[in-house]
């Protein structure tokens, strides 16, 4: 992010001409991060006023980023528990700076690289607790995953998958499957975008691997800081849950979803066609979608969601170097504020050269 305040306008009207390196960042994602919030939503209520934005239609999309968590140290709970208490008798030890030697020997240390052991040896006992603190909902989620292999595999195969392995190094990554086909520790980042302009009116960063019951939480904040729920949302195949879709619609006056329909596991039957078990929301989005008008909107979300991730892939957002949730959606707010700005450029009219 540093490297793009110097030659992009708009990092360098974020950064407010201050020089930026990498100290200067690393203290804002901790203390000012929630700056970011408050910008977009000013940038937003901005092209708002100006009418060269409207809300009326948002698409969802979101790219998986590298997180900066090694795969070796994810562990399960035996290892953790084994592994605190051997972590804190370190902190007295780091605490305690030993006598200066005699003169003929090397010098001691400075304080400089004692005190970044303390900090060291402090901060693995605090993601050793972090990680423990998040076993109990990975195993849930687990073992809810093993829970129909388990009659395939046999019990102890099956106990043994079900095994929950959180990370010491930043706790809140998840390993997930990554768009060539890998595993590797990432965060899942969803933007929410307009479908006139390109502009991000939500952010947010999350650790679960479906697309799932991501999306009703992006649109009640729109709803709650805008005071305008959108008219219709784009979201791809994978966010297609029936509850979260009764969640976001709420019938046929206040939203519509336009996603794909799944093909149907029996041939010869429509997909477009409301089932009997299907609610009423449901069953409005599958007639929905066999339309001409659905098609066509449709196949507009790539230009929305799609242009919004790509700069987002040219600008570094596919490896983290941070670590933390906290700190990654930092990241990720600050890519949307200098995109806004950005986009603020192109839909608001510039003034002519002179001369």
């Given at each position: 992010m540093a490297d793009w305040c110097i030659p992009h306008d708009a990092y360098f009207g974020l950064a407010g001409g201050i020089a930026v390196n990498a100290h200067t960042l690393a203290d804002f994602r901790v203390v000012d991060a929630d700056v970011l919030e408050r910008r977009l939503e000013h940038?937003?209520?901005?092209?708002?006023?100006?009418?060269?934005?409207?809300?009326?239609?948002?698409?969802?999309?979101?790219?998986?980023?590298?997180?900066?968590?090694?795969a070796a140290s994810f562990r399960r709970r035996e290892?953790?528990?084994?592994?605190?208490?051997?972590?804190?008798?370190?902190?007295?030890?780091?605490?305690?700076?030993?006598?200066?030697?005699?003169?003929?020997e090397q010098p001691a240390l400075s304080p400089q690289p004692w005190a970044a052991q303390r900090r060291h040896a402090a901060g693995r006992v605090e993601r050793i607790r972090r990680a423990l603190q998040r076993m109990p909902a990975r195993e849930a989620k687990k073992q809810k995953a093993t829970k129909q292999k388990a009659t395939k595999q046999g019990g102890a195969k099956a106990e043994k998958n079900a095994a929950a392995r959180v990370a010491t190094t930043d706790p809140e990554a998840t390993v997930l499957t990554m768009p060539d086909g890998g595993s590797r520790p990432a965060y899942h980042r969803p933007f929410r975008t307009v479908g006139q302009g390109q502009?991000?009116?939500?952010?947010?960063?999350?650790?679960?691997?479906?697309?799932q019951g991501q999306w009703p939480p992006m649109v009640d904040p729109i709803e709650a800081r805008f005071?305008?729920?959108?008219?219709?949302?784009?979201?791809?195949?994978?966010?297609?849950?029936?509850?979260?879709?009764?969640?976001?619609?709420r019938g046929e006056k206040e939203g519509k979803v336009y996603a794909p329909v799944p093909e149907p596991k029996k041939g010869g039957v429509d997909r477009h066609e409301a089932k009997a078990k299907d609610s009423e929301a449901v069953?409005?989005?599958?007639?929905?979608?066999?339309?001409?008008?659905?098609?066509?909107?449709?196949?507009?979300?790539?230009?929305?969601a799609a242009c919004v991730n790509a700069p987002a892939r040219n600008r570094g957002l596919t490896q983290l170097v941070v670590r933390g949730l906290h700190k990654v959606k930092a990241i990720a707010l600050g890519f949307a504020a200098a995109h806004n700005m950005a986009r603020g450029f192109v839909l608001q009219p510039q003034p002519l050269p002179t001369g």
């Open positions: 940038a937003v209520t901005i092209l708002r006023r100006q009418r060269w934005l409207h809300r009326d239609r948002v698409a969802q999309d979101g790219r998986r980023a590298r997180a900066s968590a090694g290892a953790l528990e084994r592994r605190l208490p051997e972590a804190q008798a370190q902190v007295p030890r780091r605490h305690q700076q030993p006598e200066a030697p005699p003169a003929q502009v991000i009116v939500g952010v947010d960063v999350v650790t679960e691997g479906t697309h005071g305008e729920r959108p008219k219709e949302v784009w979201v791809d195949g994978g966010f297609a849950g029936h509850d979260a879709m009764e969640e976001v619609q069953a409005a989005w599958r007639v929905r979608m066999g339309t001409e008008e659905a098609k066509a909107i449709s196949q507009q979300r790539g230009a929305t």
